[in-house]
């Protein structure tokens, strides 16, 4: 199966910035990356997990949740079978582990019961 591994666990102070990894496996025999939808959620402590950010297989289509449009870049590289999620301007609120998800299918309005694979999940922590 699919296996997908976070990376950029972190403190950051209000207005910092980080930028969070995810590196995809197991994909099969005349598979790549580009075959996936892929996508970032976020739960946070007492919430249920919510969507944050989804990018098409060739990168050319992306979706934000709104309150982080304009800070947070989903972006992709399918050679290196890695997605990443640029956030800046991080506010406390932004507090939550985040977690790598990949779709086989598009779908013009995200939901995390659409992803069929999820990444363990990492640690990101804004201070103010």
């Known amino acids: 199966q699919v296996q997908l591994v976070e990376s950029g666990e972190g403190l950051v102070q209000a207005g910092g910035s980080l930028r969070l990894s995810c590196a995809a496996s197991?994909?099969?025999?005349?598979?790549?990356?580009?075959?996936?939808?892929m996508g970032w959620f976020r739960q946070a402590p007492g919430k249920e997990r919510e969507f944050v950010a989804q990018?098409?297989?060739?990168?050319?289509?992306?979706i934000y949740v709104d309150s982080v449009k304009g800070r947070f870049t989903i972006s992709r590289d399918n050679e290196e079978n890695t997605v990443y999620l640029q956030m800046n301007s991080l506010k406390p609120e932004d507090t939550a582990v985040y977690y790598c998800?990949?779709?086989?299918?598009?779908?013009?309005?995200?939901?995390?019961?659409?992803?069929?694979?999820w990444g363990q999940g990492t640690q990101v922590t804004v201070s103010s």
């Open positions: 197991g994909l099969g025999s005349g598979m790549t990356l580009s075959n996936y939808v």
């Open positions: 998800a990949a779709d086989r299918t598009w779908s013009p309005s995200p939901r995390e019961e659409n992803y069929d694979y």
């Open positions: 990018i098409s297989g060739s990168g050319g289509w992306t």
